[in-house]
């Protein structure tokens, strides 16, 4: 199954897909570790920060050989990417979306940047998301905040609204710190796709912080504890992602 296809299923079941960001081989293999476990199709995301730093032909090298080993349906997605070079080379090197962010330009050339982008990718077949008509999943802004934020209270009455005036692919970012019964709900009302970095992040760095403190020096020793908490993590929301 394609990307598209899971969101179609997504949209028809009423079940979200989670994406889960990472920049290093432990974060990987904790996130395809968990999608096993909970058997569903996972999306991995990388920003232009992770993606630079880990080279975009790495990663998709990396995503091919290990997804062999996980045996689960994983789709990488370019997140909050505003470079057009950056965008083209992901869509050349195999990635299956790609999100234009085009937040920081002035209106005119924020919409021209999309067009190029729709273009390019669609006559490659690749997903488009981002907050513009003419997008494949469209990023919705009802109260969602990236980070951790205590009192994120969602806006489902504009939720329902968006539902109404889009057949696109709904999807919520700044999935982190969101309560479950929200995440239910927003997922009841549309949305399919969900957006964790941040709670991702932290476990990494806790575990991290943790493992470090014994006088274990091997790496792969350490890692591992690492990789245990970040699985954990993403099984606890690919839980609440399902009916
Ligand atoms: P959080 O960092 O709040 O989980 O958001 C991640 C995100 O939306 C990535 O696009």
Redesign the pocket.
């Known amino acids: 199954m394609t990307l598209k296809d899971y969101l179609k299923k997504a949209q028809r079941q009423k079940f979200a897909i989670g ?1 889960f ?1 990472f920049s290093t081989l432990e974060q990987l293999r904790g996130i395809l570790a968990a999608a096993q476990k909970m058997k569903s199709p996972v999306i991995l ?1 990388t ?1 232009e920060g992770e993606t630079k730093h880990l080279g975009l032909k790495q990663i998709v090298a990396l995503v091919e050989i290990e997804k062999m080993k996980y045996k689960v349906d994983v789709f990488l997605n370019l ?2 990417a505003k470079d057009l070079d950056i965008i083209k080379k992901a869509i050349d090197f195999g990635y299956s979306a790609v ?1 234009f962010d085009g937040s920081h330009l002035p209106l005119e050339k924020n919409i021209k940047y999309a067009k190029k982008v729709v273009e390019y990718a669609y006559k490659r077949g690749v997903l488009v998301e981002g907050t513009f008509p003419g997008a494949d999943s469209f990023t919705v802004d009802i109260g969602n ?4 934020h205590r009192d994120v209270k969602l806006n489902f009455e504009k939720l329902k609204e968006i539902r109404k005036n889009t057949n696109a692919f709904l999807v919520l ?5 969101i309560s479950k019964d929200q995440i239910k709900k927003a997922i009841e009302l549309g949305i399919v796709k969900i ?5 991702l992040r932290l476990a990494w760095k806790r575990s991290l912080l943790k493992s470090l403190k014994s006088q274990e020096i091997k790496p792969y020793k350490v890692l591992p504890q690492v990789q245990k908490a970040i699985q954990e993590k993403v099984e606890e929301k690919l839980k609440s992602f399902k009916k």
């Open positions: 994406q960001n995301g920003s997140d909050h999100h905040i990236h980070g951790m970012h700044g999935g982190s710190g957006n964790i970095n941040t709670e």
